[in-house]
């Protein structure tokens, strides 16, 4: 994609979660690798957005083992099925159906809408990155070793689940 819209670009400059890469943006709260472009919608409209989230395959998120082709491909499946849901979290309901390839490893989650407002096309896109990257987490399956960005999305799970297991304990429990 070319140029951003001004509004789109005022919009991703401002919010601070997003940082300019030299053709689009990227999401900084995320752990996986993003991108965010649009380009100038029909009529007075802020932008068709497109964002594209870089998620590693199952058996390159597994450390020290392979998995068998069967579970990869499951798993594949599984992750599809579960993104076609995605715009459910997005304010646009104009939007293409999400595309989800896996080429070696990487899985490329496409994401593509019409946002009629700036800031909600931003807003969404967050939102969207956010959603993929929860679905991502979901279908990890128990009992392998993960590294890379799967490592790091089950460490910070562990890590907000003890600071609230810690919270409710401060709390003193409820008065009787």
Do not use: C
Not at 2 to 26: C, I, N, Q, T
Not at 100 to 121: F, H, I, P, S
């Amino acid at each position: 994609m070319s140029e951003l819209p001004r509004p789109v670009e005022r919009e991703l400059e401002g919010h601070g979660a997003f940082d300019a890469l030299e053709d689009g943006y990227e999401l900084t709260t995320t752990v996986f690798e993003t991108r965010i472009d649009a380009t100038d919608a029909e009529g007075k409209r802020d932008g068709r957005f497109r964002v594209t989230v870089s998620l590693p395959p199952l058996d390159a998120a597994v450390d020290g083992e392979t998995v068998a082709p069967v579970v990869e491909d499951g798993w594949f499946e599984t992750l599809e099925r579960r993104l076609e849901d995605t715009f459910t979290v997005a304010h646009t309901s104009t939007h293409e159906v999400p595309t989800v390839e896996r080429n070696g490893d990487t899985v490329r989650v496409t994401l593509e809408y019409v946002a009629w407002d700036a800031r909600e096309g931003v807003e969404d896109a967050k939102a969207l990155i956010e959603y993929v990257e929860g679905t991502y987490a979901q279908g990890l399956i128990p009992g392998y070793e993960y590294r890379g960005p799967a490592a790091t999305l089950l460490e910070n799970a562990q890590s907000h689940g003890q600071e609230a297991a810690e919270g409710d304990g401060e709390s003193g429990g409820m008065p009787m």
